[in-house]
């Protein structure tokens, strides 16, 4: 069974560029979660999706917005970079429904330089 | 609004010592969750806690939720130096999957 698919793995874009990262969910989970890691803020909520609707937004500002395709596939932008914006994002995919787990693709490391 | 802290952030113990890493969150929450995460890689999930008095238990690892307390333990068992990782817990509540992170405990064992 694949798992959660993040790409690219690794980017380097310089500042007031845009950029768009990809998850792939595990075949037949239909919520995809984004967050933020970085060394100083930890794992921050940016937003889910679920059956192509954002469900919930985290306390990010409105340069970060995402969408989710009829496969369950995501994307998330991030408009106009910041050097702050440098950290490991990830994506989390679970099964619909209440409690249930959710696993982590590995990531996309950017740099914003 | 929820927050989650962990304690201690950074944990140095020994191999064969047992230790336990503490998870409070401030409101009414579902499910628990506890991740491992390795230096540069993703995150790992562990347990999934779902009721109060929920006790789970992986190898060397067993995790337990108070949702009367608010209070996860993730207690270490008789350590062993493939157990070094940055260990997460996380709440979320309802059909969303909006998980809050604690800051991590950063665990170190030694020979």
């Known amino acids: 069974k694949a798992g959660v698919t993040q790409t690219p793995r690794y980017l380097i874009k310089t500042r007031g560029q845009q950029v768009t990262l990809s998850c792939s969910p595990i075949?037949?989970?239909?919520?995809v979660s984004w967050y933020q890691q970085t060394p100083g803020q930890g794992l921050q909520f940016l937003f889910e999706?679920?059956?192509?609707?954002?469900?919930n937004k985290g306390n990010f500002p409105g340069r970060f917005s995402g969408r989710q395709f009829s496969n369950s596939r995501s994307e998330m932008n991030v408009s106009t970079l910041e050097l702050g914006d440098s950290a490991l994002y990830l994506c989390a995919s679970s099964l619909p429904g209440h409690n249930t787990e959710a696993f982590f693709g590995q990531g996309t490391r950017l740099t914003v330089v | 609004e929820l927050k989650v802290e962990q304690n201690p952030l950074f944990l140095s113990m020994q191999e064969g010592k047992n230790y336990t890493i503490y998870c409070n969150y401030s409101t009414t929450s579902d499910r628990l969750y506890w991740y491992r995460q390795d230096p540069g890689k993703s995150l790992e999930s562990l347990f999934v806690l779902l009721s109060n008095g929920a006790v789970k238990q992986e190898g060397r690892l067993m995790a337990s939720l108070d949702t009367k307390a608010r209070l996860s333990t993730l207690h270490i068992t008789a350590a062993v130096h493939d157990l070094s990782a940055t260990y997460f817990c996380a709440v979320a509540s309802g059909n969303n999957n909006d998980m809050r992170f604690g800051a991590g405990t950063r665990l170190t064992v030694k020979p």
């Open positions: 999706y679920f059956s192509e609707t954002q469900r």
């Open positions: 075949s037949g989970h239909r919520s």
